[in-house]
């Protein structure tokens, strides 16, 4: 009879430190900003195309770093990602795929991580009638967004408009 109701205690007690831990490095980082040199740039331009589409986003409690990235469940190459934590929130780039990506791609990157960890938009696998994704929000990176430059980053802050 006891030994349910200690698990149960222990349970709880492990609830309770888990969200007491999560509720901690909140305040930590609240109001926290560190963006890496190198991807500064992008995040800043992340904002200002925010701005422009009426989007009240800003760099707050957050962490932009490049890190080395493990590969996903499936085996596929992980490039970036965004962790959230209560309020704060980390984006990290393979420093490996940076190093070679082009000016686009890197950009296309930012702006998807930023789009998961400041405007809370999750993956979208949907596709245009000509087979490329319709979102920069689709979980592959595709080439060649930056030639519909425009529609991909109406569709990305569209949901800040409403």
């Known amino acids: 009879m006891h030994s349910w109701r200690r698990r149960l205690s222990d349970i709880f007690k492990l609830t309770l430190i888990l969200w007491f831990y ?65 309020t704060f929130r980390r984006v990290s780039v393979d420093p490996v795929y940076w190093k070679f990506a082009t000016e686009d791609e890197r950009l296309g990157l930012m702006y998807h991580e930023l789009g998961h960890c400041l405007l809370g938009r999750d993956h979208t696998e949907a596709l245009l009638p000509d087979g490329r994704p319709a979102s920069l929000m689709h979980p592959y990176l595709s080439d060649g967004w930056e030639k519909d430059r425009e529609r991909y980053l109406n569709e990305l802050f569209d949901s800040c408009a409403r």
């Open 22 to 86: 999560q509720l901690a490095l909140s305040l930590r980082y609240q109001n926290y900003v560190d963006v890496d040199r190198a991807l500064s740039p992008y995040a800043e331009s992340f904002i200002a195309e925010a701005r422009r589409h009426f989007c009240p986003v800003e760099l707050r409690d957050i962490i932009v770093q490049v890190a080395h990235l493990e590969s996903d469940g499936d085996g596929f190459l992980v490039i970036g990602l965004c962790e959230v934590t209560g």
